[in-house]
């Protein structure tokens, strides 16, 4: 849990930074009154391509009317150059899916979730932490960060 937490405001704090096209908007981080964490964003509607996706191979209708093959191009294609415009600022998402990519209903597109981002240089210590762990026999054991089935190979 607590890595967890650490995750996501290292990730908020990520975002904001990072004013990437197609990041949401990171207006304010802190801690509430009573210490728990805290982050004003703007406030987005619409679908993930998780959700779109599952609602394509179900056939739903008004799925299949708002989002057709060349929407759905256009958007990915919008993402990519959201992941370019961080790679070559050293930001690599990490935990790229369908979940984590959302279409907004007036064409915007959002990568959400940059809370697993690895930054290139920065020292990541609580990162480190977390991926690596000792088992009960002494061995290093590396746990995944990420989701199974999008985590990059390397």
Not at 131 to 143: C, G, H, I, N, P
Request: aromatic letters at 6%; one cysteine or more; glycine letters at 10%.
């Amino acid at each position: 849990p607590h890595a967890a937490r650490v995750r996501s405001r290292r990730g908020a704090r990520l975002q904001g930074r990072l004013a990437a096209p197609s990041a949401v908007p990171v207006d304010d981080l802190g801690l509430d009154p009573n210490g728990q964490p805290y982050c004003v964003m703007k406030r987005i509607h619409g679908m993930t391509l998780g959700e779109i996706l599952r609602g394509l191979s179900q056939e739903e209708p008004d799925v299949r009317a708002r989002f057709t093959r060349r929407k759905l191009l256009l958007a990915f294609q919008r993402a990519l150059l959201t992941l370019d415009f961080a790679h070559q600022r050293g930001v690599l998402h990490r935990d790229l899916k369908p979940s984590n990519l959302m279409l907004g209903d007036f064409g915007e597109v959002y990568v959400l979730d940059w809370g697993l981002a690895k930054v290139e240089g920065a020292d990541d210590s609580i990162q480190r932490q977390s991926e690596l762990r000792m088992s009960d026999a002494q061995t290093k054991e590396v746990s995944m960060i990420g989701t199974p089935g999008y985590v990059a190979p390397e």
